[in-house]
């Protein structure tokens, strides 16, 4: 690009200096564009002290809904809103847009941790703040920073402070897949349990301990929003070397400190943040920003436990296409054991599920990598760092391997949500005049062609941050050498995700 | 700055670099649209398609482009619902009856009771046929695959998928060649 152009083009451009001051690159790859400065309203809204209540508030309300609909509504779920708007419409939306391009802006409107926040701060709006240097700790509840919490509000297990609760929640969850997904009484108990411990969990360990370590949808969330074209980031790193306050992390009058345990001024990856907006209105300084950024922005997976949720996730999405949007009609009779009693084939169902996801699928990959590692020579990279990096590429093939899976869904199933929001607990209302609507599947013999583009997307963002981790881990010269095998690893899953929706 | 210099990082390295990307990738694609095996000639199929809980027997249909397709449905439990992807027809299936009840969905309200589906499978590809009257927990993943050769798709994609393995493989080695 010449000069020229360069200085006439409003995009950004690595190296340059023509930069909007609402643009800024963090290095010389990456560009960000500082939404707060672009728009300001939406910086004076996420400032709003009841931005979340307003948020969470009507999900709770709807939520409730689902559930009455779920308990007194027509068992036949494609008839009920409980399963037609979570699990057809939420979770298209989920995966298809609120993660890639919101992050886990799901976290700062779900319902779940509605009652236990609620009596962690005894407030849904205000803030109960101490000034540490007139008022003594003392008093009711605990003082944690600079806000003052109730409830036991005990340390979350060190040795627990990852996600392998959530990876195992979320397989054993997604075993009883068929159950939950068609059954709205099912649905109910599955919900009602995780708002019920969610809630428990908040009067026991601080803060936001449940969503961090045990909510078997954060998991994935957290792996995949690493993805997102959205972040929550300082917008100068000195500043918040030289702010004294702390205040994002230790809270102050006008903000809980964060509730994640992050340190939003240090926070350099979109896993552990749930996007509620408190640092922004901590900062005194006004450095906190919400920006958009290049898709696969943040491409480091800390340790075993993330790079498990990416195996599991990259699993549990080639076993769903397999049972749900396959011709097998035995295999789904093997999930569906509630119905066909046919246990045999249920325990394999599983075994095969666990040790796919479990073993098999991450021996695999250490092969291709050690292969790598070894194709590569000598190298001072550890097993395990190459091991992690080279799990990256997980992360964007599996969450577009997820939305092929279901788009077709959305598609074929749309039409169900114009019924239900008639007719929500399928007895006989006609509430807008859509619920006699026939079932009209969307488009439904181009599902193959749009799975398989989403798989090439995945396919492409997957080698391309692949290469580059592979470059940061053994330089330029040895990165070809050590991804090749990987490399091929993740082309072949592709083809067989090609083979599943296209052959 | 040389665009080769700054390993393909400028306007000129990138746009080259893409259009060797692009051109790998959709030589690749071409290559198995042009390799699909054609169809043979047609002919006249008749299938007794089986539905039952949640399947059909076939669970996969294999057809020509050009077959005259005949299809007599038999449901084993409940009523079922045959909706074909692509070819404008579902059947409605009471059990253990020989007849069913045929409609188009793009015209609504026209229902016709026959022994027989007959069509002309003249979209290749694959398609799929599914459940359409509600049948019980798993109906709505209840499905079989209608495949008409010339399935092109299936080497198209293989063609792409490899393409980005092959397209970003030379991207890289010819940029390590430049420097």
Known sequence: MSTR??????????????????????????WRLDLFRCAPPLKRIARLRWFQFAAVFPNLLIFLLFISAGIFGTPVGNRNIMIIFVWILWWFLLISAMVPFASRIWCAMCPFPFFGEWFQRRALVRVAAIDPKKEKKGGPGSVIGRNRYFGLNRRWPKALSNIWIQNFLFLALCTFSALFLTRPIVSVVVLSSIFLTATIFHLIYRQRAFCNYVCPVSG?????????????????REVCDECKEKACLAGSERAWGCPWFMYPSKMERNNYCGLCMECVKACAHDNMTVNLRPFCSDTRLKGYDEAWKAFIMLSLA?????????????????????????????????????????????????????????????CEVSFKDAFLGLAYPLVPLGLLAWIAFSFPLMLVNGSYILMTLSDPFGWGWDLLGTSHIAWTPVVPHWTPYIQVLFLLVGLYYALTTGYAQARKLFGSEAAVKAFTPVAILLTACVSCFAWLYGG | MNPVEKGGRSGHG???????????????????????????APKERSITVRAHRYGYDPKIIRVNRGDRVRLRFVSEDVTHGFYLEGYDLDVSIPPMHPSVEWRKPSQPGKLKVIDEVAFTADREGKFRYRCSMTCGFLHPFMLGEFIV???????VSLGLTWGVLVGGFLVVVLKGTHK
Request: glycine fraction near 10%; charge should be neutral; charged fraction near 15%.
């Open chain 2, 149 to 155: 050769s010339p399935n092109r798709l299936l080497p």
């Open chain 1, 318 to 378: 080639t076993t769903y296409s397999i049972i749900y949007l396959g011709p097998w009609g035995f295999l789904k009779d093997w999930a569906n054991i509630a119905e066909s009693g046919k246990w045999g084939g249920f325990l394999a169902y599983t075994a095969v599920l666990w040790a796919s996801a479990l073993l098999l699928v991450p021996g695999i990959y250490y092969g291709a990598v050690w292969i790598g590692k070894r194709l590569a020579g000598d």
């Open chain 1, 5 to 30: 152009s360069r200085q006439a083009s409003p995009e950004i451009v690595p190296g340059s200096h023509q930069i909007p001051d609402t643009l800024q690159t963090v290095d010389a790859k990456e």
């Open chain 1, 220 to 236: 994935f969330l957290s792996l995949y929003s690493m993805a997102s074209m959205l972040e929550v980031r300082s917008r100068d």
């Open chain 2, 14 to 40: 990138r746009l080259w670099n893409a259009a060797l990307f692009l051109a790998v990738v959709s030589g690749l694609g071409t290559l198995g649209f042009v390799l699909a095996p054609a169809a043979p």
